[in-house]
């Protein structure tokens, strides 16, 4: 399997007899026309405006975006906590991550939150419990009741080792919940992934509503991997049957081999095994691929 959290050598390049340099600066000239053109516009387009000059951002800093997608309770937020080795995403047993959250590396837990009229907040050199009350606050639905706060999204700068690679790693809210809004705010996003990891669970098996959100992905996002989570409620044989009906569901509905796509794991036990420092959980909770973070 092609390593997941590594950005493709040459991924700007155009194809140009020059390794992609022209091409990129072409494509730099482009957005620079069209930033000043959503410039000239009026302010109901400021957002359309930003979107391109983060995007020229992007291609000029050459960031990776990788989006961890899926059904609402997948365990999205609780397996980026397992990369990162901490428990710093809210999670919950109830529909909760309500704003798309922007994990980059840094020195110390610092977190911005934008909001949609343009404005932001900043909170730096946090500790690990402040980080995880400030992100409470602003990106679940439980405190932040259909985004009464008007957050666009939030970045969070963290010193764990897997984002040191130019990866950004995305929590976005997850679909198909009673909070249609949550859906929305995880389509709207899809343009700005690069790759993605698409979360579903080992029970129940994917469902229609995810195939549907399957092919919607797929069509804005090509470079898609499958991780089947909770892993630790099905033995090894009821594990390799819901992997072989997970890979036959994912070749039906949009074509890729699954067999190359999809990871087991559980991320509740990889969570564990970084926070305990223990190899042998580690590895047995599907992560043998990734090396254990802390
Ligand atoms: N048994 C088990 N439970 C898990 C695992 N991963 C997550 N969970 C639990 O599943 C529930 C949902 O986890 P979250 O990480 O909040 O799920 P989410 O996909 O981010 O949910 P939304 O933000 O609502 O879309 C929580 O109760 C987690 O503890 C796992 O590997 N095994
Ligand atoms: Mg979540």
């Known amino acids: 399997m092609e390593p997941l959290l590594q950005p493709r050598a040459g991924k700007y390049d155009l194809g140009d007899e020059d390794g992609g340099t ?70 919950s047993v109830l529909p909760l991550t309500s704003i798309p959250t922007f994990l980059s590396a840094g020195s110390k837990r610092r977190i911005r939150i934008f909001f949609r009229d343009g404005k932001s907040k900043e909170f730096g050199e946090l500790s690990s419990n402040q980080a995880v009350e400030i992100l409470t606050n602003y990106v679940t639905e439980e405190r932040n009741p259909e985004n009464k706060l008007a957050v666009s999204w939030v970045e969070v700068e963290h010193t764990a080792s897997i984002l040191n690679q130019g990866v950004i790693l995305i929590d976005t809210p997850g679909i198909g919940s009673t909070f249609r809004h949550n859906t929305e705010a995880t389509l709207a996003f899809l343009p700005q992934c690069d790759a993605a990891l698409f979360v579903v669970s080992a029970d129940p098996p994917i469902t229609e509503v995810e195939v549907d959100f399957l092919k919607a992905v797929y069509a804005k996002v090509s470079r898609l991997f499958f991780i089947m989570n909770k892993a630790d409620y099905l033995d090894l044989d009821e594990g390799n049957r819901a992997v072989e009906f997970l890979s036959k569901v994912v070749g039906q509905s949009v074509g890729l081999d699954g067999n190359d796509h999809v990871l087991r794991v559980s991320a509740r036990q990889g969570l564990q095994a970084n926070l305990n420092h223990d190899d042998a959980l580690w590895g047995a909770s599907g992560w043998q691929c990734w090396k254990r973070v802390c």
Do not use: C, M, Y
């Not at 405006?49 to 997948?74: C, N, Y």
């Open 22 to 91: 022209k091409g990129r600066s072409e494509l730099l000239g482009l957005l620079d026309r069209l930033i000043d053109f959503t410039d000239a516009l009026s302010a109901d387009f400021v957002s359309d405006a930003k979107r391109v000059r983060d995007l020229k951002e992007r291609l000029i800093t050459e960031r990776f975006h990788l989006a961890v997608l899926g059904q609402f309770k997948r365990g999205k937020s609780t397996l980026i906590n397992a990369l990162i080795g901490e428990p710093l995403l809210p999670t």
